[in-house]
């Protein structure tokens, strides 16, 4: 008998998705898109949390008064605080202001997003949806007026782009890619580790290895002047006040991450370990079915079909930044 996509043949699992109109992809996108500024409407009166307070604070000042405040925060990149700083001063100082700007940074997130499963998989209706659905509902990280949704933004557009990458290995490909991993690197410091993955990624099953390497290695070395800029206020203080929610055991911070990748529930502490012991037991039978999985794409090849080839990618930027 032939398999078919539903059976488990290896050559079948992760396989392409057909051809897909622009209209069909756009279109869900704007149903999501839809849900999701329905969903932003419910919850637009939530109090800010303190560190986004923080941040709106200090963009109120002036510019060296507001540089001297993030160059105080360790741990965050200045990318996100300077287009706040900027847009307040465009919009006006206010929640419904940030607000604003937050979402508007989460929109582009559907289309790319929705884009690029739709080339990936037969199934990216669920995909986007899931992955929406967990990561773009209320109080979720994404909508905080921080860095991340721009982080999460910038991380899709680069994946995009590394398949672009794929398709047409050509240089102008290449430094849009840099230009993106700039971007994210100076949004959140995870980005490095992020590009750390895609590093990885290409060499599994990417073209012109060595030249996306020196991109990589290039976007990487564009930290250095903020790292420099910050280093005196790292010297004189330290990391410790920066990093006051780190936990300090092992099995705490695995817990937070069982519970982070499934989306964060806000609920009371002991409500969150029964969360977190919930996610970790999800976590764990998706680890083995992608372990199984694994073993039948054994080994990633630069010239297998998107589905298959987005298998390794997607595990490879998943893996190595937890790593």
């Not at 000042?61 to 996100?80: I, K, Q, T, W, Y």
């Not at 996610?279 to 079915?289: C, D, E, S």
Request: glycine content about 6%.
């Amino acid at each position: 008998m032939q398999p078919t996509a539903t059976t488990l043949d290896p050559g079948a699992i992760g396989e392409q998705s057909p051809s897909v109109a622009s209209a069909c992809w756009f279109q869900w996108s704007g149903f999501l898109l839809a849900i999701y500024a329905t969903i932003s409407v419910v919850g637009w009166r939530r109090t800010l949390i303190d560190t986004e307070v923080w941040a709106l604070f200090h963009a109120g000042r002036s510019f060296g008064e507001f540089m001297n405040a993030v160059r105080g925060d360790l741990v965050h990149p200045p990318l996100f605080y300077v287009i706040e700083w900027l847009w307040v001063r465009a919009v006006g100082h206010t929640d419904t202001a940030v607000k604003t700007l937050a979402f508007l940074i989460n929109v582009p997130s559907f289309f790319l997003f929705t884009w690029l499963a739709a080339r990936v998989t037969r199934r990216w209706r669920l995909v986007s949806f899931l992955f929406f659905g967990l990561y773009f509902r209320i109080g979720s990280t994404p909508n905080q007026v921080r860095m991340y949704g721009l982080g999460l933004l910038l991380t899709i557009a680069a994946m995009v782009l590394w398949e672009r990458w794929h398709e047409r290995p050509s240089n102008r490909s290449l430094i849009a890619w840099t230009f993106v991993a700039v971007l994210l690197v100076y949004t959140h410091l995870f980005g490095l580790l992020t590009l750390a993955g895609f590093l990885v990624a290409n060499w599994l099953a990417g073209p012109r290895r060595r030249a996306f390497t020196a991109a990589t290695v290039g976007a990487a070395l564009s930290f250095l002047p903020w790292l420099f800029y910050v280093l005196p206020v790292y010297r004189s203080r330290g990391l410790a006040d920066n990093l006051t929610w780190v936990p300090k055991q092992i099995h705490v911070a695995l817990g937070i991450l069982s519970y982070g990748l499934l989306g964060e529930v806000e609920a009371a502490q002991s409500s969150r370990i029964l969360f977190a012991v919930l996610a970790a037991a999800i976590n764990f039978a998706v680890l083995l079915l992608v372990l199984r999985t694994a073993t039948r794409l054994w080994p990633p090849t630069a010239g297998a079909h998107a589905g298959r080839r987005w298998f390794w990618v997607a595990m490879t930027l998943v893996a190595v930044p937890i790593l």
